[in-house]
């Protein structure tokens, strides 16, 4: 499967006048079928895990802000492989257009239960130099705008929402890391999706920065 040629040219506008893209049908739905598949046997086999925030030794739970649980995709799988292969050409398109210098993809399955959420929150932070360009794809068919859950868009002020974005199958929410903060509201029903970042190098001699 390949990207959009055409979408692929107002993403990159988009980012650069914006910040934000909402990309509908950017992934067949036979793809995002299959990684929905994964994601309800991860759940059945209890191997989705309450998420956190911040990383590393600063992790921590914290259900007034989110409540999604997750678990991280290794490329084990067919569809696995085939999403990180679209995403390593999105990145290449990225990095061709805008210089961005994206090093490295990471991503994980969310799974929201009903009444879960995430509040207004924004990916990165600026001088950590990591997550650079933030992506959601959706993985949830027949979506009613009555379910919830929606990809609430803020305005680089925080607070004039700039658009809200139903978690349709197939669609990919793309953003400026540092500068977009968003929230997801909460769902009436499952609501699945693989949350993912492009990263820049931030290693330097002394500090390795670990993906997570
Ligand atoms: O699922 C979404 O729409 C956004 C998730 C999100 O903001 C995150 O995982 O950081
Ligand atoms: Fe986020």
Redesign the pocket.
């Known amino acids: 499967m390949t990207l959009n040629p055409d979408a692929l040219e107002h993403l990159l506008d988009n980012l650069v006048e914006k910040g934000w893209y909402e990309w509908p049908q950017a992934i067949s739905s036979s793809l995002c079928l299959a990684l929905l598949n994964e994601v309800m046997l991860a759940e059945e086999n209890g191997k989705l895990k309450k998420?956190g925030i911040g990383r590393g030794d600063e992790q921590q739970l914290n259900r007034d802000i989110r409540r999604?649980q997750i678990r991280w995709l290794n490329g084990e799988s067919a569809a696995q492989a085939e999403f990180f292969c679209i995403m390593a050409a999105l990145q290449q398109e990225i990095n061709r257009a805008l210089f961005m210098g994206l090093f490295e993809y990471e991503a994980h399955y969310?799974l929201?239960q009903p009444g879960d959420f995430?509040k207004k929150?924004l990916?990165s932070f600026q001088g950590q130099a990591n997550r650079m360009v933030?992506t959601?794809l959706?993985l949830n068919p027949d979506w009613q705008a009555e379910n919830g859950g929606e990809?609430v868009i803020y305005a680089k002020d925080g607070q004039t929402i700039e658009a809200t974005?139903i978690?349709s199958i197939g669609k990919l929410?793309i953003f400026l890391s540092e500068e977009i903060p968003?929230e997801?509201l909460p769902t009436q029903l499952p609501r699945a999706?693989i949350?993912g970042w492009f990263r820049c190098n931030s290693s330097t001699a002394n500090l390795v920065n670990p993906a997570r």
């Open positions: 998420a999604d969310a929201y995430y929150h990916d933030s959601v959706y990809l974005i978690p929410a968003h997801v999706s949350a």
